[in-house]
Structures are given as structure tokens and as C-alpha cells.
T-cell receptor
Framework: RKEVEQDPGPFNVPEGATVAFNCTYS??????FFWYRQDCRKEPKLLMS???SGNEDGRFTAQLNRASQYISLLIRDSKLSDSATYLC???????????FGSGTRLLVRP | NAGVTQTPKFQVLKTGQSMTLQCAQD?????MYWYRQDPGMGLRLIYY???????DKGEVPNGYNVSRLNKREFSLRLESAAPSQTSVYFC??????????????FGPGTRLTVL
């Protein structure tokens, strides 16, 4: 079983739609969680950290469910520019290691 | 600030050839990382350097060596390239372990093909 699992998609949605991705992780001792965004043939970039109480950044909302060991990302009012791959990331058992999911691809159509 | 830079951007090697991928960061970060990214596999950690003078194996270190030349530079060497090492290689840096956020900043990547 992979340490971090994501639905690869693609999720194909119209502009203005709301879309949600989930990600599950296997290590119950994991402490830090993130969503990164990766555009086609580009490097990953931090989208947002995920806090225990949930957090919001504009149209993006991240939630953490420790009991079920999953993380979610909600995107409201999707824009064409949101088309990308979204990587779920979990900090492992070392202060220095991040474990990346294989990503969920989002396509926003006009 | 350039952030994290990597050279070369593209490389084609023949099986058995060697090469070094270069990475440099100008953010004064202590920690640096090398990942490879393959379709459907996500990013996998090859080696990391928690601080200048230290290096440690990640998830997939076989066939690679690294050198933390100084605080700014962290290189990845393939001594005898194999087709299985065809991948996109990303270097990253962070201030992890220094009381700072865990954000890792990535370079633009090196696309390596081994024939």
C-alpha cells in the first residue's frame, strides 16, 4: 500500500464548478500535511498547508480528518487557470522528509 | 533571487555513461533534496542533505551519489546510467528542522533520457 494515495483523475469540470479531491495517508503518526500544485512540465509549488482545524485561502479550502487519515482540497468557482495536477504531501517520520502522492489531475473547461 | 536552479534542463545519455546534475539555491536554506518523478509514481526522494556536510539516503538511492559542496550547492551523480534512470529529476531546498515551515522550494527540473 502506498503511504499517500490519491485518485489520479482526471477531474474534468466546467468553469465555475466546485470540485473536491481526497487523499489518504497510512502513517497515523504523520504531523504535517500540504497540498502542492504542479503545472504540466513544471516544478511543484506549495499551494497550502493543511491545519487540524481546516483552513481556507480564497477559493481553496483544505481539511484534515485524522481519525480517518484523509486530507481534502475543495476548489470553489473553478478557473481555467486551476487546471493542473494537485499533489497531496505528508511529512514522514523525519523532520526532513516529505512523502508525495502521485497527484490528481484537474482539467477546467470553458 | 533566482530560488533553486538546476543544470542541465535536458540530457540524453547512453547506457553506462556518467553525468552530474547540478543544483544551487540562493535562499540560505539548510536542507536540500533530490527527487525523481516518474509517471504514476509521484515524487520519490533519492537523497537529501539536512545541513551542510551531511547527506542521507532517501527512498530510491541505488545508482546515485550526491555531494553537498557547500551550503548553496547539492549535486547528484549517476556513475553508470541505466534506462531505468530515465526520469525527471527535481532538486529542492527548505529550512526544515530549523523551526521554520516545511515548505520545499523546487528547481525547474532536469529531463534525463537514458538510451
Amino acid at each position: 500500500r502506498k503511504e499517500v494515495e490519491q485518485d489520479p483523475g482526471p477531474f474534468n469540470v466546467p468553469e465555475g464548478a466546485t470540485v473536491a479531491f481526497n487523499c489518504t495517508y497510512s502513517n497515523s503518526a504523520s504531523q504535517s500535511f500540504f497540498w502542492y500544485r504542479q503545472d504540466c512540465r513544471k516544478e511543484p509549488k506549495l499551494l497550502m498547508s493543511v491545519y487540524s482545524s481546516g483552513n481556507e485561502d480564497g477559493r481553496f479550502t483544505a481539511q484534515l480528518n485524522r481519525a480517518s487519515q484523509y486530507i481534502s482540497l475543495l476548489i470553489r468557482d473553478s478557473k481555467l487557470s486551476d487546471s493542473a495536477t494537485y499533489l497531496c504531501v505528508v511529512k514522514g517520520d523525519s523532520s526532513y522528509k516529505l512523502i508525495f502522492g502521485s497527484g490528481t489531475r484537474l482539467l477546467v473547461r470553458p | 533571487n533566482a530560488g533553486v536552479t538546476q543544470t542541465p534542463k535536458f540530457q540524453v545519455l547512453k547506457t553506462g555513461q556518467s553525468m552530474t546534475l547540478q543544483c544551487a539555491q540562493d535562499m540560505n536554506h539548510n536542507s536540500m533534496y533530490w527527487y525523481r518523478q516518474d509517471p504514476g509514481m509521484g515524487l520519490r526522494l533519492i537523497y537529501y542533505s539536512a545541513s551542510e556536510g551531511t547527506t542521507d539516503k532517501g527512498e530510491v538511492p541505488n545508482g546515485y551519489n550526491v555531494s553537498r559542496l557547500n551550503k548553496r550547492e547539492f549535486s547528484l551523480r549517476l556513475e553508470s546510467a541505466a534506462p531505468s534512470q530515465t526520469s525527471v529529476y527535481f532538486c529542492a531546498s527548505s529550512d526544515a528542522g530549523q523551526g521554520a515551515p516545511d515548505t520545499q522550494y523546487f528547481g525547474p527540473g532536469t529531463r534525463l533520457t537514458v538510451l
